[in-house]
């Protein structure tokens, strides 16, 4: 039988354990009992955020109002909440995973099997390190993905959306996550192409900058639809230039235009660079999330700073033209309305690298 942690607790690690919770008591090979690792804070009431959890049955800070299932049990304490897991699942801010793997190491199963619902990379000298990647390297244990348009609120509610499982080479486990996920409202598939899955995960958040930019200083649809098809091109010819393995079919995946296209209408990046562009630049990024998100961490502008220092050190800036806008304006190195004076010799050649 397999047994199940979610490493996290937020908006969407809650979601998360929700999904797999109703999954777990009504599938045999699943222990009913998810444990969800909290990472503590005390409310204005003083309680503990585990002990309400555990008490209410519901995450009353990161989703409030939403049941997470009788079977889902809040734990303070990684090595205990991973403890006989032989899945796990990652869904933290991405900054905060290499010092989770680094507690976890030599600490869970030797069978274990990873899923990362974290969307982020690191950049390391030799290039851009995967979430994914990291937790294999870490912890020694396969690791698939799974990324789509999943504005988290919309599915505690049971709207209906999709998602996609990117793996590599295990298929059996590809089809085991697929089984734990997918209900009648939230619809999973699969397909062979970790990096393809993640790195459209990652990048769409940097566009969803772009799109919060031009709706702050109210642009228009059309000039919004611009600078969508724009970042998916930059998307696609980035994410091909640092892994050739990438499909193209990939980004016509949940996890791909889908998933673009909710990020820039609804999601928390798009909400606060709209505030952002609304205030003329003059209120940083860090003062906005603190003041909109409630805790939720923005993944958008270390997105763009990330991919910046790829694109800086490998010396093709000028072949993305709106990644490099939004890292430049989200600084204060620009005004937000730089966002649409993108020279056209620079979007040509990026169709023509992407056609390579």
Not at 210 to 239: P, Q, W, Y
Not at 257 to 271: F, P, Q, S, W
Request: with cysteine.
């Amino acid at each position: 039988m397999y047994k199940v942690t979610v490493i996290g607790s937020g908006n969407w690690g809650s979601v998360a354990a929700k999904l797999i919770a109703c999954n777990t008591v009504r599938l045999d090979s699943f222990h009913d009992e998810v444990r969800m690792w909290v990472f503590e804070e005390k409310l204005p009431s003083g309680e503990k955020l585990t002990d309400v959890i555990n008490k209410t049955n519901e995450n009353v800070k990161y989703l409030p109002g939403i049941k997470l299932g009788k079977n889902v049990v809040a734990d303070p304490d990684l090595e205990n909440a991973v403890k006989d897991a032989n899945m796990l699942v990652f869904v933290t801010p991405h900054q905060f995973v290499e010092g989770i793997c680094k507690r976890l190491a030599g600490k869970i199963r030797a069978d274990a099997e990873g899923i990362s619902l974290i969307k982020g990379m690191e950049v390391k000298k030799e290039g851009p390190s995967l979430i994914s990647n990291l937790i294999t390297k870490q912890l020694g244990i396969n690791c698939s993905v799974l990324m789509g348009a999943n504005i988290a609120n919309e599915i505690a509610m049971e709207k209906f959306s999709e998602a996609t499982v990117g793996y590599n080479q295990n298929k059996s486990a590809a089809d085991r996550w697929v089984q734990l996920f997918c209900t009648p409202y939230f619809n999973v598939t699969a397909v062979q192409d970790v990096e393809g899955v993640e790195l459209c995960g990652t990048l769409k958040n940097a566009v969803a900058i772009a799109a919060g930019f031009v709706d702050g200083l109210e642009m228009g649809n059309n000039t919004k639809a611009a600078i969508m098809r724009i970042g998916l091109k930059e998307m696609m010819t980035f994410s091909k230039m640092c892994f050739p393995s990438v499909k193209d079919s990939t980004f016509f995946e949940s996890c791909g235009v889908a998933d673009l296209i909710t990020t820039c209408m609804g999601g928390r990046n798009r909400k606060v660079a709209d505030a952002y562009a609304r205030n003329g630049g003059k209120r940083s990024f860090d003062e906005l999330e603190a003041e909109m998100l409630q805790g939720q961490k923005l993944q958008g502008v270390l997105t763009a700073k990330e991919v910046h220092e790829v694109l800086s050190s490998r010396g093709w800036l000028h072949i993305f033209p709106l990644f490099s806008a939004v890292h430049a304006i989200s600084t204060g190195r620009l005004p937000p309305s730089a966002i649409v004076k993108i020279s056209e010799e620079k979007l040509r050649h990026v169709q023509l690298v992407s056609s390579l």
